[in-house]
């Protein structure tokens, strides 16, 4: 149990569909963050949000949507997807911005056809 | 920009043997997270240090800030600690990290 749980695990789509990817963490963590993880390259930080406010975009395409309603859930939220889009996507929390550990969720396995 | 090499890419090791993971780093940081990612995706932190030297069971962590190196060391290797380990530096104020491409240890019984 990690304490951030990530859904769905795998999620296959076609390129016009919409779709959504689901992270809750229940640590009481104030910063969440996604990132993309490409095969054979490094973690790439898409988004963070510190108390519920994005903080970062990392040159991101439109075509990701993140939501974090509350401290406690992220959302991805997708539509048109690229094939080069598929990729591992984890969720991570952290107490506050900074020098403490981030807790990883364990990704959702995203393929696009 | 921060760039962070880790090596080997590849290491296959016997059960028992003692396991060495280098990363280096181009600029200064203010913080190196050691991080540990098996086959299932998920991400565990292992360390997480700005100087000297952290030990937790079997694993020891240790960094060398004026030559930008840290490694981390495995003793005892079991074939459960087959996975991805993967290196990540925070610079100055910055909350992002930088992360390396990982070593995928596999420790054969």
């Known amino acids: 149990e990690t304490g951030v749980t990530q859904t769905p695990r795998h999620l296959v789509m076609g390129m016009t569909n919409k779709k959504s990817l689901k992270c809750e963490q229940h640590?009481?963590?104030?910063?969440m963050y996604w990132y993309k993880q490409s095969a054979k390259k490094p973690l790439e930080l898409m988004f963070v949000y510190s108390l519920e406010e994005r903080v970062e975009n990392n040159s991101v395409p439109s075509r990701f949507s993140p939501e974090c309603p509350n401290s406690s859930h992220l959302f991805l939220h997708l539509h048109t997807l690229q094939p080069e889009d598929s990729a591992l996507y984890l969720c991570a929390s952290s107490p506050f911005l900074g020098n403490q550990p981030q807790h990883f969720g364990d990704g959702t396995r995203l393929s696009i056809l | 920009k921060n760039e962070v090499e880790q090596s080997p890419q590849n290491l296959t090791a016997q059960e028992g043997e003692f396991i060495t993971i280098n990363c280096s780093y181009s600029v200064g940081i203010s913080a190196l997270h050691w991080l540990q990612q098996h086959p299932g995706g998920g991400i565990v932190s292992l360390f997480m240090?700005?100087?000297g030297k952290k030990k937790h069971g079997r694993l020891i962590a240790t960094i060398n800030i004026q030559e930008k190196h840290s490694s981390l060391h495995i003793t005892a290797s079991h074939p459960r600690d087959s996975a991805v380990y993967i290196c990540a530096v925070k610079g100055g104020s910055n909350y992002k990290l930088t992360f390396g491409k990982g070593t995928l240890l596999t420790v054969n019984p």
């Open positions: 640590l009481g963590h104030n910063a």
């Open positions: 240090l700005s100087s």
